[in-house]
């Protein structure tokens, strides 16, 4: 079946590593965005991708790293540089072609990572 | 971008309608409403979406009045299974501006056995 899968689900790393959290999709979308959920929070965008090899900073990208290598990946890595990293990370992708379809946001499970 | 305003939580009885309130006062005329909802620990799912026109699926129906200023969501028997956060989105239909989804606090929905 078509989907979108983020692994792992639970990640636990020392503060000051760096850790890089995979996402994948064979849904053949074009662009693939991570999110960062805070307890009580509504979703945060971190970064953005709408086509391979390139992609964009969202509202809170600080402290974070992507690459889109290819269509199907988009990893998010989580740098000693932020601050505050514990949290629930959300991977999504669209079917971002400008043709005035609508396309709705898949989601893949999340990856709960708690930084000690 | 359009900002959503809906109720922190509300209660529901299994078996009994649902009604999610979600008010849009500053849409615009190519703005959708959409819903997702997020079951704990999971990720976001989509529901339904609609302009002006009330629309149903195998899921929910969506009630948006005729100024389009506020909607309701409808789940029209309620079970356990649906106890979820629920978000109202409005956003354009052009699939471009996917980025630009601004998500609220949503609907803490708890559904009582």
């Known amino acids: 079946d078509g989907g979108i899968t983020q692994s792992p689900k639970y990640l636990f790393r020392k503060e000051g590593q760096n850790v890089t959290l995979s996402c994948e999709q064979n849904?053949?979308?074009?662009?693939m965005y991570w999110y960062r959920q805070d307890p009580g929070q509504g979703l945060r965008l971190i970064y953005y991708s709408q086509i391979v090899n390139d992609f964009q900073k969202g509202d809170i990208a600080e402290g974070y790293s992507v690459s889109r290598e290819k269509k199907e990946s988009f990893p998010l890595t989580v740098t000693s540089a932020q601050k505050n990293p514990t949290a629930f990370y959300l991977c999504?992708?669209?079917?971002?072609?400008?043709?005035?379809?609508?396309?709705?946001?898949?989601f893949g499970q999340g990856t709960r990572l708690t930084v000690v | 971008d359009a900002k959503t305003t809906q109720p922190t939580s509300m209660d529901c009885a299994e078996g009994r309608a649902a009604n999610l309130p979600c008010n849009h006062s500053t849409i615009s005329g190519n703005e959708y409403v959409y819903w997702y909802r997020q079951i704990h620990s999971q990720g976001p799912q989509y529901i339904i979406h609609g302009l002006k026109n009330n629309e149903t699926n195998e899921m929910a129906s969506l009630i948006i009045t005729e100024d389009r200023k506020s909607s309701t969501l409808i789940l029209p028997h309620a079970t356990l299974r649906d106890t979820a956060v629920y978000y109202c989105?409005?956003?354009?239909?052009?699939?471009?501006?996917?980025?630009?989804?601004?998500w609220g606090l949503g609907t803490s929905l708890a559904v009582n056995p």
């Open positions: 849904l053949n979308h074009d662009a």
């Open positions: 989105i409005v956003r354009p239909h052009n699939a471009g501006n996917n980025r630009k989804l601004i």
């Open positions: 999504a992708s669209f079917d971002d072609k400008d043709r005035g379809v609508f396309t709705e946001a898949f």
